[in-house]
């Protein structure tokens, strides 16, 4: 009976893949035990107290493994399609898929000599990827979650986030504590560890903001470094993550203060309007308003696959565009830093007649030409393709050149 226990134990242990349970105390700990009882047991006075210490240990046993198992999460896939961890939904595979639920998790990985050979990429929610081919090497997820308060005044609130922390989740969080200072970056998809390397904005507001830490691990040295908000070096949709000529580092929490008597910042064009409808102007009725309005422009991913904006809105010298201005008066600008001009990309792509177009199963967004969208079994080289004819045509028309907010990957 014991040792059909100890077996079960054991195979249930191994097909969950704790290798390392096998290695561990408790185990070692088990088989001793159970020698002992089997030579005690065969002289059946013993029988009582070997039931009950049995059943101890089977509970010993039983918690051990539900608290490895919630601890140890690490997943190991084998040819893993990504149709999911990618929000055009592209229908492509990664060689290897692994995915990690803790600091320790991560350092293991990326120590591992075979891992160090191959090609890697870490990816967030997917929402800002474009798979060009099958990724042929190791493609690493964060399983790293959880929302706690790092320190509190009277005025703030310092979060602690797990990089794999839906965003959106986050700013619904802060929103139903009365915390102030995301609302207006709500229902952007993604997860939080992405979100503070992409420096996301909308709506007159970007995590920069807020930003006070990030976390990371260094993938060739495995030092673990706190980034203050200075040394992430954020720009428009940049930061000192993004860019290749720095180490390579992987997010593991990110570091938001938030403000207990929020200051709204409600003036961005249809936000405004938005809230003139609502009596008070309140976090919920900032995050309501921004949701309805990101509904209205935005395709669902989940419905429409897409990475919202492909382009980033191009800066150009203050010249150029009075240059241009004459010629377009209409167009629209935003200031960008002293003799520059930011140009919304979504302009000059419907001015190239782009908006609302299909090319294939590619599709530029009816409401928003900035989005390119899959229309049902697109690769992702015809977007790319889509994509590069609108680049040259926006060149060839205004002389600015519009490069992609989306990483493409492949
Ligand atoms: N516009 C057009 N035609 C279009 C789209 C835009 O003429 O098809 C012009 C209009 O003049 C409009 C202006 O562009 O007033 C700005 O458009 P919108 O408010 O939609 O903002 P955007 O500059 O196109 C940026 C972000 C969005 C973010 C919105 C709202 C970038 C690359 N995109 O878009 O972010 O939601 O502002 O703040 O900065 C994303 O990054 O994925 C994203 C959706």
Known sequence: MYAFCLYVVLLFAYKENVVHFLFNNACVRLLRFAKQKMLMVSRFRYLKGFLVDVLMNLIFIVIFVMKNNTERKMRIEENYSLEKHNTFHLPVKTRWFMEYASEEELGRILRDEYFQECLSLHIGGGSNLLFINDFNGIILHSQIKGISVAEETDDSVLLR????EKWDDVVAYAVSKGWGGIENLSLIPG????????NIGA???????????VEAYNQLSFEKRTFTNE???????????KN??????????????????????????????????????????????????????????DELGNAGSFFMNPVVPAAQYEKL???????????????KVKVPAGWLIEQCGFKGKSHGPVGVYEKQALILVNLGDARGHEIALVAESIRTAVNDRFGIEIMPEVKYVG
């Open 161 to 164: 986030i797990g990089a794999a």
């Open 325 to 339: 201005k004459e010629q377009y008066p209409e167009m629209p600008s935003y200031p960008a830093g002293e003799g």
């Open 231 to 241: 040394e992430c070096l954020y720009g428009y949709r940049s930061s000192y993550f």
């Open 191 to 198: 997860e939080a560890g992405a979100a503070a390397i992409q």
């Open 244 to 301: 290749e000529h720095n180490d390579p580092y992987i997010v593991t929490y990110i570091y938001i203060r938030l403000s207990k008597k929020p200051q709204f910042s409600v003036g961005y064009g249809n936000l405004k309007e938005e809230l003139a409808k609502c009596p008070k102007v309140t976090l919920q009725a900032v995050r309501d308003a921004v949701i309805s309005i990101r509904r209205q422009k935005l395709p669902d991913p």
């Open 203 to 213: 709506y007159g507001a970007e995590i920069k903001d807020v930003i006070e830490a």
